[in-house]
């Protein structure tokens, strides 16, 4: 199993519409084989700083949902909402 940590930062006054293409963005990810689970955490104090968890099966079938083209068509929606380009971790168990 393999997590990958995204961080991203949101322009001010569209977090509203950031919540909702985040929450696209899961649903469709939900289908995805290798797609374990994912959680979204908002820093405190940061309203506009989001951290995405997500766990996957193996590293493959992470950059198998990366490069898709329903990974491609959400972040249409989110890229547009970032002050910044997002950062992307990959964790494995040590």
Known sequence: ?????IERRIMPG???EFEQAAREAMHASLGVKGFVSG???VERGHTDRRLMITKWRDIRAWKEWHSSEARAMVMQRILPLLTEDETVRIYESG
Do not use: N, R, S, Y
């Open 1 to 5: 199993m393999i997590k990958v940590i």
């Open 14 to 16: 569209l977090e509203e």
């Open 39 to 41: 959680e979204t955490l």
